[in-house]
């Protein structure tokens, strides 16, 4: 299977800080890859890599084979019309209601007309099982229900790659499962290739096909979630059975 994703020798430094250190992580195409690790470890680093909100300090990032690292402004506009980012906070425009905030790429992107606009609105609110939700404002709904409005609003845009940060965080326990049933769903629905971003391992058994887990500016393990469980490597066990690892970075002082 090919790649949607290549990052190669991946450097991120801030200051004397070094958060990312000349790490190599592929995609494939169609696959949700899960990034775990503690708090403060880079996982929110790599989304703003791959959305072009952080230039790299050294390293490759192939999307869809294009070396991005490099890209202008309105090159890195025209790839993030086809990349849908859910953030941790919603980020919902509170000023519009549930229909305004999920058709605002659809409009200003597509000039989609306002009859196609509620046809696509409304099969996105059902996918997120929110049919009929329209009108209402984000100070209406709950963590969950804005949390499906933002990924609604992601996925308007029919992106070829979805980028999760922290889908679940704050979230009860059936919401939780919810939403990574949900990210499943869309996976199966779109054909989508997606990062998850999580520090919930029920989220990442239900969502993700392989895991990648962050730890010191390294990637110490890559593996498919059935095979993650039983990992021998300390740092994974004690991460994926809420023990403590710490998340500091080896050059802090
Ligand atoms: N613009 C910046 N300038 C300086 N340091 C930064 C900047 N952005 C992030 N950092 C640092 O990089 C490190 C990694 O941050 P990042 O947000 O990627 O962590 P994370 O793994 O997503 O953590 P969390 O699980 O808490 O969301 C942190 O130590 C953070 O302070
Ligand atoms: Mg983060």
Redesign the pocket.
Known sequence: MSNAISIHNLTVQ??K?C?LNSIDLDVRKGETLAVI??????????I?VLTGL?KPTSGSVKINDEEVCCFSESEWDNLRKHMGVVF?YSALFDFMNVKDNIAFGLRRHYKVGEKEVKKQVEELLTLVDMSGMEQMMPSELSGGMKKRVGLARALAMQPDIVYYD?PTSGLDPVMTMNISKLIRKTQKTYGVTSIL?T?DMESVFVAADRVAM?YKGDIVALESVDTIKNSKNPIVQAFINGQEVT?E?KNEQ
């Open positions: 801030f200051g800080k958060i690790g503690p708090s403060g470890t880079g996982k929110s680093t790599i703003k952080l941790q922290e971003v520090h962050l998340g970075d």
